[in-house]
């Protein structure tokens, strides 16, 4: 769901067509969009865009917490975007509702306290399976062709166990399983992408990793899933500094675990912010502020990619879990176990024990240059 609103004056985005405009902007959309009486609309329940225009007015508005990064212009007032490649100046933000009437207005997503507390892992695995469930059952009912890529790991699995347990109507597909990123991008050579996508695909990792094969209408993935459940280690670190534990020292504890290997890996990025801090209510309020902001993948054209983990429930859920089951969780996807167990015990068997079990050169660097754990 790629959109962009501009003054007239900006350049015309590459492989977006004006769908509106006025005296004053240019209102560009990717493809598939449907026409409405009062607009254009796309997506479904958890994960679309509305727009309506009346009278000059553009009004713009979005699920809570859904998936696709957007940006306004702080120069013009004016730009909202969905991640689209790629004018500066532009600061994230999570917007519910924009309107142009002339001037821009509009509305930042605010994130509710569900008021977890004293969360287990039980607990919490069946809350979020519902919560995929309703997601991955809201897809198929908007899509009539679906496909899940199981890649091996622990996101896709969970997504997969779900789709069994519930007999959703979603073909599977095992062919990626396993494999690095440069086996991903031979792959994607041979199947047909939008020229839209694949500018995505050149500047993105996230669509490196997402192979899209045709023909599908929606294809599910477990973006996001490490993400949403506080695996990330700036947002374990800013935790665990409340709690006087040191991030590297704890990793290091955890030598053979899961993410052990991941959390080493070059592939995570050294340039987003830790809470430093002590205070453990604002260092919640820090990391649930940047999950809300670091959206990882978006639909394009007509590759309806559907993140099922993308809820708000679920990073707070993992911040009412007390500081050693969070650990185990960061470390081990101790959340992700128990929720396969609970609905398809028998997919764990196809999950390796770590994650990039033997990481190459274009994974990892080499030990004296680590960011995280032993790196001395």
């Known amino acids: 769901m790629i959109f962009l609103l501009a003054k007239k004056d900006y350049p015309k985005p590459k ?16 493809s598939h969009w449907k026409t409405t009486n009062t607009g254009f609309y796309k997506g479904h329940e958890y994960e679309y865009v509305k727009i309506d225009i009346a009278d000059n007015t553009i009004d713009i508005s979005m699920p809570f917490y859904h998936q696709s990064k957007t940006y306004f212009n702080n120069n013009t007032g004016l730009l909202l975007t969905n991640n689209h490649c790629f004018y500066n100046n532009n600061s994230p933000c999570s917007i519910d509702h924009f309107k142009y009437d002339g001037e821009s207005h509009f509305t930042e997503s605010i994130i509710p306290d569900f ?7 039980e607990s919490a695995a069946n809350i979020i399976e519902e919560k995929i469930a309703e997601r991955i059952s809201s897809a198929c009912s908007k899509y009539n062709k679906s496909l899940l890529f199981f890649s091996g790991g622990l996101d896709t699995a ?51 990793e997402c192979l899209v094969g045709e023909p599908f209408t929606a294809m599910l993935t477990g973006f996001a899933g490490g993400i949403e459940t506080l695996r990330f280690p700036h947002h374990a670190s800013s935790i665990m500094n409340c709690f006087g534990l040191d991030y ?30 002590t205070d453990l209510i604002e260092a919640k309020k820090f990391v649930l502020n940047q999950i809300l902001h670091n959206k990882e993948i978006l639909s394009i054209d007509y590759h309806n990619i559907i993140s099922p983990w993308r809820v708000p429930e679920i990073p707070q859920l993992m ?18 176990k128990v929720i396969i167990e609970n609905t398809f015990p028998d997919i764990i068997k196809m999950v390796p024990d770590q994650k990039y079990e033997s990481i190459n050169n274009y994974k990892a660097f080499p030990p004296n240059k680590r960011r995280w754990g032993d790196i001395n």
């Open 15 to 30: 492989f977006l067509t004006c769908m509106y405009k006025n005296d004053n902007v240019c209102l560009y959309l990717d």
């Open 115 to 121: 008021k977890f507390k004293d969360v287990t892992f």
């Open 158 to 208: 969970v997504v997969l166990a779900i789709i069994k347990k519930y007999k959703f109507p979603i073909p599977i597909n095992y062919s990626t399983s396993g494999l690095e990123i440069p086996d991903l991008v031979k792959i994607h050579t041979k199947n047909y992408r939008t020229p839209l996508y694949n500018e995505y695909l050149n500047k993105y990792i996230a669509y490196k």
């Open 248 to 277: 590297h020292e704890e990793l290091n504890k955890h030598s053979g675990s899961y993410l052990y290997n991941f959390h080493i890996s070059e592939t995570i990025p050294d340039d987003f912010p830790i809470y430093e801090g």
């Open 319 to 336: 911040l009412g879990l007390s500081v050693n089951d969070l650990t185990q969780q960061t470390f081990h996807s101790t959340i992700h």
